[in-house]
């Protein structure tokens, strides 16, 4: 199915869900931008998206902020502000809006409400959209891919699947304002936090994991968010040695200095996977529940998933962290990098 894309100039993406979704979008916003340079594209998510927006104007032009809507577990609103929301939607207008948020289940009915000429998107396999614009949600594929399929569809060239996370001098300076004692690739990120406890791997297990870096001659970095500390905190009581808190003491863009930095990163399945993959940041990531399948089709030669329901045992993993920086220190013993300490600076 193609569209006239020559009645296409204003266009809404719907997204409402956190940075490592939309991380994992990024590919689609690219593709979407090359197939329209001149439409004003805009991203419709929670208000947490800004960040993430301001970071890819060459993808997305603004953010309209959800409110919320009654199947969904956030945000959440009231009938009144959603109508007015929707009120809103329906005067701007948009010739074209893209449902990518989910497989349509409760979510396809609230976006025709908008008003657009026209609206794509996914629809569950069991119930067939009777709209040619849309395709069933195929859940074998990555989230990634499964947007460019979409895309595909409406006859919008694709050609790269990679991730990506644009950092700028301001990150860098940041970064440099922390005065960390880190130097490139001699420190590692262990990143504990999840959305939801039920997400996090236990803090126990992350200590295991610090300790032996340490060990290995490492410096350690804890990151995270504000909400973040409880667990960054447990962790840290079981560590033995000193590390580096940055609990809620770094941007979004320092963030990804750290990561892109990195000799290599541990964590729950989180943003923090998704950063690691657009760096290309060798990576162990624990899946506690099933958030992650997609992401074990992805570089198994840089990035480790362990499925952590399939196999509770911490004695797998800490092998897997063990193979892993083996590797990365044979790796680097025959770079030119291996005797000195590099300093971090932003790229000239």
Not at 30 to 36: E, G, N, V
Not at 131 to 139: G, N, Q, V
Not at 192 to 211: D, H, K, V
Request: glycine share 4%; charged share 20%; aromatic share 12%.
């Amino acid at each position: 199915m193609n569209l006239d894309k020559g009645n296409i100039h204003k266009i809404a993406i719907f997204r409402a869900l956190p940075l490592g979704d939309l991380l994992s979008a990024v590919p689609a916003f690219r593709a979407l931008r090359t197939a329209f340079p001149d439409a004003e594209i805009a991203l419709i998510s929670k208000s947490a998206a800004s960040a993430f927006v301001s970071r890819f104007p060459q993808y997305i032009n603004r953010l309209i902020e959800f409110p919320g809507y009654e199947v969904m577990k956030e945000p959440k609103t009231d009938v009144h502000t959603f109508l007015h929301f929707v009120q809103m939607m329906r005067h701007e207008k948009f010739d074209l809006i893209l449902q990518m948020h989910n497989d349509g289940t409760g979510i396809n009915e609230m976006v025709f409400l908008f008003g657009a000429a026209s609206v794509a998107g996914f629809y569950p396999k069991e119930h067939p959209s009777h709209t040619d614009l849309f395709i069933a949600y195929d859940e074998s594929k990555t989230t990634t891919d499964r947007l460019l399929q979409l895309l595909n569809h409406l006859g919008i060239e694709t050609n790269n699947n990679k991730l990506e996370f644009p950092l700028t001098e301001k990150d860098y300076q940041e970064f440099e304002h922390l005065l960390l004692p880190v130097y490139y690739r001699k420190f590692i990120c262990i990143h504990p936090g999840a959305r939801g406890i039920w997400r996090q791997w236990p803090p126990r297990y992350f200590a295991l994991i610090a300790n032996y870096f340490v060990e290995q001659g490492y410096t350690l970095l804890i990151t995270g968010t504000k909400e973040d500390v409880a667990i960054n905190n447990e962790v840290i009581k079981y560590i033995r040695y000193p590390v580096i808190d940055l609990t809620g003491k770094t941007s979004l863009g320092v963030w990804g200095v750290l990561v892109k930095n990195a000799l290599m990163v541990v964590s729950n399945c989180t943003a923090m996977a998704q950063m690691a993959i657009a760096f290309e940041t060798p990576s162990i990531v624990v899946n506690v529940d099933d958030t992650c399948d997609e992401l074990e089709k992805l570089n198994k030669k840089k990035h480790v998933f362990f499925d952590w329901q399939k196999h509770p045992q911490v004695d797998k993993v800490f092998m897997q962290v063990v193979l892993m920086l083996n590797k990365l220190k044979s790796k680097m013993s025959t770079s030119h990098e291996k005797d000195k300490l590099v300093p971090i600076k932003f790229p000239e």
